[in-house]
């Protein structure tokens, strides 16, 4: 037994060590060592497979279990962490809190596969505790493919980094560009900590957004996600609501008063907007979606618009044009995959990998189709006719050509760059082949 | 839209509070902390949420988590899930969204372990289109 779990032992039972310092206390060591491990078992289940809310509480009582617990995780994870994946995201999470330097480096090592399923996760436990030295790492993780680790990079460097005139010239460059805008709000928090007050601009920007995906409030969430910040920053939002629209006449009186507060705190010094930080507002006409979300490839978020537009992304989406008559092309060529689909709307297991289709009828009314799996591969998940469907849409997708010329145009707006390629790969890691 | 009711309650569908999934995710709060005044205000009230199924929400059950979208994902803290029991019938799982009115509860609940299980808690009558 490890000199931590002697010490957990020396804790939980005083009083049998000083009845007994024979046999008897060793009995007693050994029961207790026992439970120990039972409850250490316990809460790997739970953590892995338990029920959502309760996993990542199982999960932080297995650290307070100490070393007992970090050696049994150890033994899972395996030499390089090849084990790492199956213990599931919540797990991963918490491994570094354990400050074993074996986690640490198991948890780097997963981090640089890019098919190692949990790798936001692995990013946020190295980020929760990151190291002076880890700094150029996770400057290099800014450009990552997937948000999650993006976020965790900034919430990082919110400890390692040094705020320096140089520093903030990369972060801000690389927000410039940034398509997500979880990444933008956590990028702007610590620019403002960094004394870049002007970057609040962009958090006001959501404050005014009402678009969604769908029927997915986007538009509402990110209110709500940058309301928050800035009320942190600013203390008072004069009245606003982020559950309210931005049009609501006290909203909107709100709005201009934040405005007036962020121009005093960044002393009338704003940086400009890059397009995707515009505020979004609800688009009229898209009539088929295709949203993906790969824990290895990342998200997409594509809509078609019976005005000829395919949109890329939220709040303000990106705008595709495609030729006259797709979008009703692509309706009609749709209908015929969902009549052979039956009354089927589901396939697959929970999980991160999922792909969904959405499809506006006549009478406004959103039917979606949904495939999901965890992140082992599922052989044939993708019903036939789903397959279809998705090639006809991955084929509207124009490659090359005209739009390529317009991307060079418009070089900050990266969402359009080798879309079609990505959202290739995004559909072969989830529903396989198609 | 898929809208589901507790038909047995005495109330009429507009009697009922509309709620905002959002405004429930994004309180700031951790376990073992005060809820928010206005959130503990629809504790006992009848209300109208809109939400998503969890993905993997098992077939048959008698209750089944509501999350803000139906992936689920990054859903991991206690006010992103309203536990949706229902009292006569069983889950079918539907990725589309959904309308649910019935009688809400703000609190935190343990389980068996002292796990907190659920702070919003929603009792309906059954799923139905």
Redesign the interface.
Known sequence: MSVGALFLLALAIPIARGADDGQGADESVAQVDSEIEAKIE?YIG?ARTG????????ARRLVKLGEPAATRLRAACGEQGEGMADLGP?LVEVLADFEDPGLRARLWTQLSELDFPWRGAAARALAGTALTAEAPIFWELLADQLA?VRVAAIEALGTVGEGSSEEIKVLSDRLRIEPNDRVRRSGVALLDDWGQSGYLLWLLEDLRRTDRYF???FG??AR??SA?LLAKRLGDLHGYK??NSPDDPENARAIELISEDLVKRADGQFPILPPQALAGREIDGNVIGLEL?SCRRGEFFLSWNRADVLHVGTSRPLEIPLPPGTVAALEKGLAECWADLGDE??WG????D?E?LRLTGPDG??????V?KGPAAIPDLRPAPLDRAVKLLVNSIPEGGVWQLEQREQPRDVRGIELRERVEQALQSIGGEY | ?ICLMAAAAPAALDDALEV?M??L??I?WD?GEEIPEEIKAYDGQRVEISGYM????EEGASWF?LT???????????Q??VRVTLTDGTTS?????LTLTGEFEVSEKE?E?G????LYRLKIEKLGR
């Open positions: 316990k739970l029920r959502m809310p309760v996993r990542p509480q199982a919540h999650p029927r997915l409030p509402e969430q709500f996600l928050r982020a559950e979300r709307r589901y297991a929970s999980g991160c999922i969904q009314e959103v039917e979606n189709f949904l999901s | 839209m905002s959002q405004k995710n994004n700031e376990p969890r993905n993997g929400t988590d803000d979208d139906s992936c689920g994902c990054g859903t991991s803290k206690l992103h899930f799982f539907d990725p589309g969204e389980d372990d796990f907190i299980e659920s």
